[in-house]
């Protein structure tokens, strides 16, 4: 990829709760060595994972609630409210949980829900799980992910032209403008968006996640498999560390940086 290929912003994500509803932003601050605020910052545990919130380290997601195994959680609409710490869940409309997630009695509500309602999927009770600046990220290192939209509109012609939502990847940056799986190429490389630099840092292989429609909680895609069969490796996206901080925003541009000459 050249200095030519600058792509721009279209789609700023975060996951305030693992497995449940992206929240679009306008626009956000950036920290060195952290994800987007409250990304991944909570998760749903699906029986004891010995997880410990007072010395909290990296869980595989096999351990949580998550929409590769979970796809009915893609049904629900969930809201997370920053100042008071409130999760509200609704499902068809209609408000089914709420709850403050920094108190015991409303991540036992929250808990509830889950108990009485994902029963089958269950491998022991449910919990909130917090841990101070924790991220429940698929990754143990703190990430800000993303997707090239050229590559997914690549993934539809594989599939034959089937609509290709692109929150399947449940990515905190989306963007338009670089060739479709030059991205890939960018590992070990920074992006430079206004003041802010990332170094990407890895390939994102994806999992069964990405077959599940976020509109409709079906499971009726095999991204990962087509993506093999096709390319011989199942990355779609990159992940890549905040080494200056920063706001960024949708619409704004991203640089590949050219290696200073020395």
């Known amino acids: 990829m050249t200095a030519s290929h600058t792509a721009e912003i279209t789609g700023l994500y975060r996951y305030p709760i693992k497995g449940l509803t992206p929240e679009a932003l306008p626009h956000v601050t950036l920290r060195r060595g952290e994800t987007l605020p409250a990304d991944r910052r909570y998760a749903i545990e699906n029986g004891p994972s ?20 979970n796809e009915r959680l893609a049904s629900l609409d969930s809201r997370f409210d920053d100042a008071t710490s409130r999760l509200t869940i609704r499902k068809d409309g209609q408000i089914v949980a709420t709850g403050d997630l920094e108190t015991a009695e409303g991540r036992a509500a929250i808990e509830r829900y889950f108990s009485e309602n994902f029963q089958p999927e269950l491998k022991g009770p449910p919990k909130v799980l917090s841990g101070r600046n924790h991220s429940f990220s698929d990754v143990a290192r703190k990430v800000v992910s993303i997707i090239n939209l050229d590559s997914v509109r690549a993934i539809e012609a594989m599939l034959g032209g089937a609509a290709v939502h692109p929150l399947r990847f ?21 992006l430079a968006i206004g003041e802010v630099r990332l170094k990407v840092v890895k390939r994102i292989v994806r999992c069964p996640a990405t077959n599940v429609d976020p509109v409709t909680a079906k499971r009726d895609l095999e991204i990962p498999p087509t993506l093999s069969r096709h390319l011989g490796h199942m990355d779609c996206g990159i992940y890549a560390e905040v080494i200056e901080g920063g706001e960024i925003g949708v619409g704004d541009a991203v640089a590949v940086e050219q290696p200073k000459l020395v």
């Not at 010995?50 to 195994?69: C, T």
């Open 170 to 190: 449940r990515a905190n940056l989306y963007v338009k403008g670089w060739p479709a799986w030059s991205e890939l190429d960018l590992v070990d490389q920074t």
């Open 50 to 69: 010995g997880f410990d919130p007072e010395a909290p380290s990296w869980k595989p997601k096999i351990q949580f609630l998550m929409l590769a195994r």
